[in-house]
């Protein structure tokens, strides 16, 4: 199963909104709306920012919203904050053989 | 609070078995119905998942699910006596060198949940002679 792809860097202006995108294929994140994303600072876990495409767990901002479209998805920051700077990555079901596959990250600098 | 802590040893010899333990607190396996995994992340690169094991306190199915990829190398399993859960990784080499996460998937509503809202804070495992 091949990764899910993401640029590899993307920036913003504080109070700006930025859009990371993932894509994917029919038997991936366009089969399924199980599209997760992780928040990574350097030297830490992941932490779930969305789960379900665009849920998101208690205690993430509502400044990030997901999407998709056909096969890609899509993760949107608003009101664009320092502490955001950090690696995203999105994950999405495969199915009952492969199971999860992750992107390859993108790197989020808050200019 | 939910907390994960992986252990082990954080160098491993080549062609050697490569053995974490995640122990749960905070939670308790026994009484709880959540599958537990194992992703891990080489130096400078990406997230890449193991694989979980399935736990429910009242229909304990021991269920375990593997990456393709590593399926032929990998044993996930549960000790519900210490609230922890392991992974073994044999015939490791260098390209197993990688910092190693242990997560509980959830909240999904799905009746096989693929995000990880729990995550150990990662110990590093390098593959070296």
């Known amino acids: 199963q091949s990764a899910l792809t993401q640029p590899r860097s993307v920036s913003g202006s504080p109070g700006q909104s930025v859009t990371i995108s993932c894509t994917g294929t029919?038997?991936?994140?366009?089969?399924?709306?199980?599209v997760s994303w992780y928040q990574q600072h350097p030297g830490r876990a992941p932490k779930l920012m969305i789960y379900?495409?665009?849920k998101r767990p208690s205690g993430v901002p509502d400044r990030f919203s997901g999407s998709t479209s056909g096969n890609t998805a899509s993760l949107t920051i608003s009101g664009l904050q320092a502490e955001d700077e950090a690696d995203y990555y999105c994950?999405?079901?495969?199915?009952?053989?492969?199971?999860?596959?992750f992107g390859g990250g993108t790197k989020l600098t808050v200019l | 609070q939910l907390q994960l802590q992986e252990s082990g040893p954080g160098l491993v010899k080549p062609s050697e078995t490569l053995s974490l333990t995640c122990t749960v607190s905070?939670?308790?396996?026994?009484?709880?119905?959540?599958?537990w995994g194992w992703i891990r992340q080489p130096p400078g690169k990406g997230l890449e998942w193991i694989g979980s094991?399935?736990?429910?306190?009242?229909?304990?199915?021991?269920?375990?699910y593997y990456s393709p990829s590593l399926k032929s190398r990998v044993t996930i399993s549960v000790d519900t006596s210490k609230n922890e859960f392991s992974l073994k990784l044999s015939s490791v080499t260098a390209a197993d060198t990688a910092v190693y996460y242990c997560?509980?998937?959830?909240?999904?509503?799905?009746?096989?949940?693929?995000?990880?809202?729990?995550w150990g804070q990662g110990t590093l495992v390098t593959v070296s002679s």
């Open positions: 994950c999405s079901y495969t199915g009952s053989y492969t199971f999860v596959v």
């Open positions: 029919s038997s991936d994140v366009g089969g399924y709306n199980y």
């Open positions: 905070g939670g308790s396996i026994s009484r709880s119905t959540y599958y």
């Open positions: 997560a509980r998937h959830g909240p999904s509503s799905s009746s096989w949940p693929p995000e990880f809202d729990y």
């Open positions: 379900d495409v665009n």
């Open positions: 094991v399935f736990y429910s306190g009242s229909t304990y199915s021991g269920a375990t």
